[in-house]
Antibody, heavy 119, light 107 residues
């Protein structure tokens, strides 16, 4: 049973960079045809996929983030990470990491981490 | 971007009711459509993938349907633990997007 766990600061200042890590246990980030994704949910709102990365390094990002996002996979640590630059209050959200597959959806999720953007 | 429009945005129901939620895609997405259940303060859980396939461990009262660009999630007999918010999501192309959600609460 794969498990995912987000970690990182819960408070980030405006204009700075939000950095989160997702640690994967119970399976390897190189197994299967999965992609590794970050999804966020502003308080009281819906879900937004920021993008995803395969373990090969191939990535896809949501154009709405205008090149502010980078997702990378570290196969040696069995982790993947998110960097979101130039944050504003609009980036305040619960951030989830998730394992996905184009045919099977997101079958495993982390518990989520609340990140607040405030000075 | 492919838009997913869920309806209704909320509904009130009683235990034992049959509940159907609809998700309409803005273009053909084949069967690249998945359904999730989310409870307050928790991560979403996968219910149905590829429009009609029940995820492992999900009760059989949940079922998915598809007709063209219209998709449905049906709960045949609502149980107390089913009061939650439900989302559809497509994986047809980038960006992956979710529907706006349907909140199912107690009548």
């Amino acid at each position: 049973q794969v498990q995912l766990q987000e970690s990182g600061p819960g408070l980030v200042k405006p204009s700075e960079t939000l950095s989160l890590t997702c640690t994967v246990s119970g399976d390897s980030v190189t197994s299967g045809s999965f992609y590794w994704s970050w999804i966020r949910q502003p308080p009281g709102k819906g879900l937004e996929c920021l993008g995803y990365s395969y373990s090969s390094g191939s990535t896809k990002y949501n154009p709405s983030l205008k090149s502010r996002v980078v997702i990378s996979v570290d196969t040696s640590k069995n982790q993947f990470s998110l960097e979101l630059t130039s944050v504003t209050a609009a980036d305040t959200a619960v951030y989830f990491c998730a394992r996905g597959d184009v045919f099977d959806g997101f079958d495993s999720w982390g518990q989520g981490i609340l990140v607040t953007v405030s000075s | 971007d492919i838009q997913l429009t869920q309806s209704p945005s909320s509904l009130s129901a009683s235990v034992g009711d049959r509940v159907t939620i609809t998700c309409r895609a803005s273009q053909d997405i084949g069967n690249y459509l998945h359904w999730y259940q989310q409870k307050p303060g928790k991560a979403p859980k996968l219910l149905i993938y590829a429009a009609v396939t029940l995820h492992s461990g999900v009760p059989s009262r949940f079922s998915g349907g598809a007709s063209g660009a219209d998709f449905t999630l049906t709960i045949s007999s609502l149980q107390p633990e089913d009061f939650a918010t439900y989302y559809c999501q497509h994986s047809y192309s980038t960006p992956l997007t979710f529907g706006g959600g349907t909140k199912v609460d107690v009548k």
